[in-house]
């Protein structure tokens, strides 16, 4: 099938249970409505949905893939106490790793693909260590899956920033060499030095004119007191809704007004949050968040890699984690989660949202569920993948 051959998915339900037609053309979704009566338009091809539940795709907004086992043998992981004891046992897992980072990340996006993923944020380690060679990895897998997936690389400083020296310009000419985003960690946490580390992440993002995407684990005081001063300075570097911080396990232990201050902190200096809703970390407040304005969204972070022995990079099943670590139970609340997954994601990640309305683009799943909220818990695995109008996926396997 071309890429702009028209489509008619017939029999495809809609989140309020109606069973509708829906016609793609062009890359998007052109018309929504009961089946025509006069069959279906000419020179089109028919797609039966049979039933199955459309969603708008979900996207990634935080993925490690240059650090994934996936599609290679099991990885035994080193005990580890203190996030250094996995910084390190990373580096030392990765000269046991077989395969190149472009087949190990290739094999795990094929995989996201494959369940529904249209887009990912992707943090690829750059260090003195490993130079430049995650960042041309990563990229190389993401060009060769252009038509499949919109990727955008962060080049993520893991070994530290102005503590490991070599790593600021390495960051730099990532940016001419494959990384769209600049990323940041744990400023106090990791480098010992809030300022040093912050003035090179904003002075390099407003002079190269990019985004930046800070992963900041460290708890309170020192996680709040780092988020406000990223605030502040977000806003005087003009940058508001270019800048995420990601996990923001400070967030996540705060409640009532202080909860409320720092939402509102975020909101008006346009910073956005991911999580991940990983094992026993901090899961972020998504609901209370979102509901002061803070855009949120949620990602696989580490998948099987020396970090994890779990993940699957499949974001259906991250909406079902992210539902259950909180405490999901209405419709309303499983609906939120799904939202975060989909509309979050694709906010951060500058996409053009798809709603399922004529005129999105045709970018969905269709799954064997009755509801949102049904196919939040059932986590069933995509019959079919769209993207731009084409089925790209079905059954969980890529068909193109
Ligand atoms: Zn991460």
């Not at 043998?73 to 580890?80: F, I, K, V, Y």
């Not at 897998?141 to 993520?156: I, S």
């Not at 800070?214 to 709040?224: F, Q, S, T």
Request: proline content about 6%.
């Amino acid at each position: 099938m071309a890429p702009h051959t028209p489509v008619l998915f017939t029999a495809v339900r809609t989140a309020d249970g109606r069973l509708v037609d829906l016609l793609t053309a062009d890359g998007r979704i052109s018309a929504v409505g009961p089946a025509p009566s006069d069959g279906p338009p000419a020179g089109c091809v028919t797609v039966d949905a049979g039933g199955a539940l459309a969603l708008p795709s979900p996207v990634d907004a935080h993925i490690h893939p240059d650090k994934t086992t996936w599609g290679g043998p099991w990885l035994s992981r080193e005990p580890a106490h203190s996030l250094r004891d996995l910084i390190e046992g990373d580096v030392r897992a990765r000269s046991r790793v077989p395969g190149s980072v472009a087949e190990r990340s290739g094999a795990l996006m094929d995989t996201a693909v494959a369940h529904g993923t249209r887009a990912m944020r992707a943090h690829v380690d750059v260090a003195p260590v490993y130079g430049l060679s995650a960042v041309h990895g990563v990229r190389a897998a993401a060009d060769a899956r252009a038509d499949l997936l919109d990727v955008q690389v962060v080049a993520f400083p893991q070994l530290g920033l102005v503590s490991r020296p070599g790593t600021a310009e390495l960051l730099t000419r990532s940016l001419a060499e494959g990384a769209d985003v600049l990323g940041g960690l744990d400023p106090v946490g990791v480098d010992g030095d809030r300022d040093g580390q912050l003035d090179f992440l904003f002075g390099t993002a407003v002079r190269a004119g990019v985004p930046l995407d800070i992963h900041l684990h460290d708890g309170n005081p020192d996680g709040v007191r780092q988020l406000t001063e990223i605030a502040r300075r977000t806003v005087d570097a003009g940058l508001e809704g270019r800048v995420t911080v990601s996990h923001a396990f400070c967030v996540a232990d705060l409640t009532g007004d202080e909860l409320a201050a720092t939402a509102r902190l975020l909101a008006e200096s346009g910073i956005a949050l991911t999580t991940c809703a990983l094992g026993a970390d901090p899961v972020l407040p998504t609901a209370a968040l979102t509901g002061y304005g803070v855009l949120v969204a949620a990602g696989s972070d580490g998948v099987r890699d020396a970090w994890s022995p779990f993940g699957d990079g499949n974001m259906i099943n991250r909406a079902h984690l992210l539902a259950y670590r909180t405490d999901a139970r209405t419709d309303d609340e499983l609906v939120a989660c799904y939202d975060v997954v989909a509309q979050g994601g694709a906010a951060l990640l500058g996409l053009e949202p798809s709603r399922l309305a004529v005129g999105d683009p045709a970018d969905f799943v269709l799954v064997g569920a009755a509801s949102v909220p049904e196919a939040v818990v059932d986590r069933p695995v995509p019959r079919f993948v769209v993207r731009g109008g084409r089925v790209i996926a079905r059954d969980g396997r890529l068909t193109v």
